[in-house]
């Protein structure tokens, strides 16, 4: 199982000190957290994307790439990639890129984007928001699987024998998660391509994430990839850490009460109630990071949002080090006592290049049996 | 069969809730059913908070439920500046937009003057044609004086009369066309459709099918 960190990468009031960063200092928090990431021995760092303010990550590979270079295990993903408004062939082309400077350290998530006013900036409609994510998510399957693509469709200009470069590292492309939080159609897709699903259940209560989760295993054993238990599934969560639960709590407060996504509604105990936020000791989150396996089953891969309602650097580079060194130690122990035979790795870039060459030598012998 | 009450009044004891009794007591009169009733006051903080947050917490999602189940409905609410109340107007905002398509629908208002006996035509009836609710004829508003009144008797029973007919079973085996039958089926928790499929209450359509929806001619 993989642990990690995934950023929305806003720019958000210090309600404490009544002070926004630069983008530029935020741009420079978020490389700072991400390699803090690698030092405290997380497994994923993932950004968003974004193209409006107060949200400053719009050039998600070249971030990654910088990432790239100072890190050495750190795998690098998004959170999510906007499948609807990019242009399938450079998703495509930065991914591979990135794959290739990163020596293989890539993956990504997919994702629609839920901001009406960004689909016309880049020319599409978000009532097309499904069908974009559909006929792009295609495209690029075959952009990275097959050397020549003819390709024609409704949304995007044809392509006539057109390859896509750098070809992925190792013939193999980064595997591919596909986030939603409301839409079973793209459960649906995630099964139907055998590729991974993340629900970012963050701001959502466990009943409904079990249920888009266990659409998604029952459509992946419905297409034929494995057992529903075999399904590739990711968790978000987001949590506030001091040793002492009482001092996260008043720590927290003035941040929950007063963030753009959190804050004038639900009281702070009554979202910690419903949601998977979690406010507390590294030991309550550790419980409450277990306890979501008790309703999703065994799964791959929990991202946390750390850098969130306007924490400054300073605070969140602490977070990473409770989260590196007391909470994730016992989530990787814990996690795989409890699971189940049969459940697959979270994926890497090395075990799909070797599952691609026992494919192919499997392939090859049947061939000469044959013959 | 289920008959759902929403009542918006703000006091208790309300003449909004009273009029809703009393709906309810001339529907149930003629038609086997046992009222539940949401009182929208005790469900103001969650109401708000639905909006907020972007999901109900649980008391609100089981009202969401209840309405969306029902055979029958019957929305009650004061007169605030004109029209329905706000309270009222967001309880109905989170309705899921296809949970009362097809459904009988007994409208009634209250107030301190006959001057807004119109807020059921002009207000309450274009909400609920907007949700594709089978808006009953008849629409009950009570005003102050009407309270003491024989005519506000007679209006309700015959209310009551329409909406149990409307809720008896059909007696013919007809089927609903398409549009409207996801959108009666029942439905879970979340307002998702359990009857289609059985997998957790997702339609799926299959994904060939929206690839193929896709493909250029």
Redesign the interface.
Known sequence: MQFGIFTVGDVTIDPTTGRAPSEHERIKAMLAIAQKAEEVGLDVFATGEHHNPPFVPSSPTTMLGYIAARTENLILSTSTTLITTNDPVKIAEDFAMLQHVADGRVDVMMGRGNTGPVYPWFGKDIRDG??LA??NY?LLRRLWDEDVVTW???FRTPLQSFTSTPRPLDGVAPFVWHGSIRS??I???A??YGDGFFHNNI???A??TQ?MV??YR??YAH?GHGTPEQAVVGLGGQVFMRRNSQDAVREFRPYFDNAPVYG???SLE??TR?TPLTVGSPQQVIERTLSFRDYVGDYQRQLFLMDHAGLPLKTVLEQLDLLGEEVVPVLRKEFASLRKAGVPDAPTHPARVAAAAEEARKGKEKEEVQS | MKLVVVSAGLSSPSSTRLLADRLAAATVAHVDAEPEVIELRDLATEI??HF????P?ARLAAALDAVAAADGLIAVTPVFAGSYSGLFKSFFDLIDKDALTGKPVLIGATGGTARHSLVTEHALRPLFTYLRALVLPTAVYAASEDWGDDGLAGRITRAGVELARFMAPATEDRAPDVDTAAAIAPR???G?ITSVDP?????????EQ??A????E
């Open positions: 499904i069908d559909i006929e295609a024609k469709g409704k079973p159609e459960a649906e897709q099964a139907y701001f959502w209560p009943s409904h249920q266990n659409l029952q459509r297409y004038h509604g639900p009554e979202f419903e | 708000a908070r907020v947050t972007g999901f917490p879970s928790l979340t998702a997998l957790d209450g997702f339609r799926v359509v299959p994904f929206r690839l929806a896709l493909r250029a």
